[in-house]
């Protein structure tokens, strides 16, 4: 697998070219960007649950899926939500003008859009660039990245290929956030795109299994976006199929690993973070209570400063677990560990060096284990710590 940063190309797969250029919206950094598809690519998508949602959500909601999608045109610095019926259409303007660009029919592209809620839609700006958009796309994903980077401080892309039984397939990913990141059943802005045949059942099967073990298990500050979406495309170009179990699993498990890849990086990258926190909770009683559980210690604002201050206060952990529901018995019977470090053990805190804690707490990465010792189910989710730059950032985002 290739990840970047640290890489120049990110290659697409076959039959994908991507662009992203400055439209005049935003200052200093790429606005507008597309993602084409030679021919008709089967689309799944995933989107949030928040009852506030974007017009570029209602829009590619009501598309999706499908075996006919060419291209994806997003904007940002404009979310254009809570926009009313001109932000409506405005966004159908922006997938008009992209679809004359592209040269395919209007319902062949889906939309998505970042920025700051309530503002709509310069839609002069966007569709006087179009065309110039759709001329300067490349086999490659780094100028798409680029254009839908809001305060994310690095562009975030991953590609790998997946043997199959007929032959080798591509998964490129592409995504964004930063900030306002705690995903219910979608991600921030995530982009999948893939040169393998299947069908439509199985790409959103796929797409939501993959966003449930990634993008919906990290947490930056607790707000569920008026925008998340994440997609999948699906072209055909490589001429390989899943053609049976094997292949399928293959194909999922790189998914899989593709999206936990890029939901990582978002937590890494959380508006004013200095750490990731990684939290695996073991010995749960049901997949749900492990999720909800795991991904309670990420949401934590107190422990996310503790983390930031590089402070071992395990007490706050073992109370945001009650505080998620795990009954008293399995906390009684829990192994917390901090680093590898062994610091609560049956029901009852374990001496530990607290100096050597929080030498360990000084990386820039954090481990928190948790075994309850009372069943079989497993979760892993992700966050970041949170330090006074992320006030900084939100106090000053719409200005």
């Not at 170009?237 to 194909?251: L, Q, T, W």
């Amino acid at each position: 697998m290739t990840t970047g940063p640290g890489i120049s190309r990110t290659p697409l797969p076959k039959g994908f070219t991507a662009s992203g250029i400055n439209c005049g919206v935003r200052k200093y950094r790429p606005d507008l960007g597309v993602i084409i598809s030679e021919t008709e690519a089967i689309t799944a998508g995933v989107f949030t649950q928040n009852e506030c949602r974007g017009a570029s959500v209602l829009y590619s909601q009501g598309i999706l899926p499908s075996a006919h999608i060419r291209a994806i045109v997003t904007n940002s610095g404009q979310a254009n939500a809570a926009t009313g019926m001109l932000g409506r259409d405005r966004n159908w303007q922006m997938a008009l003008s992209a679809a004359q660009s592209v040269g395919c029919l209007p319902h062949q592209v889906i939309t998505a859009s970042t920025g700051v809620i309530g503002v709509q839609l310069d839609i002069e700006k966007i569709t006087a660039g179009m065309a110039s958009l759709i001329e300067r796309a490349t086999e490659t994903a780094e100028s798409f990245a680029l254009a839908i980077m809001t305060t994310d401080l690095i562009p975030k892309t991953v590609t790998t290929e997946v043997e199959l039984t007929d032959g080798t397939v591509r998964i490129t990913g592409i995504c964004k956030g930063s900030g306002m990141i705690h995903p219910n059943m979608a991600t921030m802005l995530g982009f999948l795109l893939t040169d393998v045949e299947m069908t439509i059942e199985m790409a959103q099967t796929l797409l939501k299994e993959a966003s449930d073990l990634s993008f919906n298990m990290i947490s930056v500050d607790g707000d569920t976006s008026t925008n998340d979406c994440n997609f999948l495309m699906a072209n055909g170009a490589s001429g390989v199929a899943i053609r049976n179990e094997n292949d399928r699993k293959a194909f999922r498990n790189a998914l899989v690993e593709i999206s936990i890849c890029l939901a990582k990086s978002i937590a890494r990258d959380g508006e004013g973070a200095t750490k990731l926190i990684e939290v695996e909770l073991n010995g749960a009683m049901g997949a749900k209570m492990a999720k909800r559980a795991a991904r309670g210690i990420t949401l934590s604002p107190l422990i996310k400063s503790a983390i930031h201050g590089e402070d071992p206060n395990w007490g706050r952990i073992l109370a945001r677990l009650g505080a998620e529901s795990v009954p008293g018995e399995a906390l009684a019977r829990m192994t917390l560990s901090i680093q590898g470090v062994v610091i609560y053990e049956n029901g009852a805190p374990v001496a530990f060096d607290r100096a050597e804690v929080r030498r360990l707490l000084k990386t820039d990465t954090v481990r928190i284990t948790a075994d309850l010792h009372s069943g079989h189910s497993n979760a892993m989710a992700w966050g970041c710590d949170l330090s006074k730059k992320y006030v900084d950032i939100n106090a000053e985002y719409s200005t």
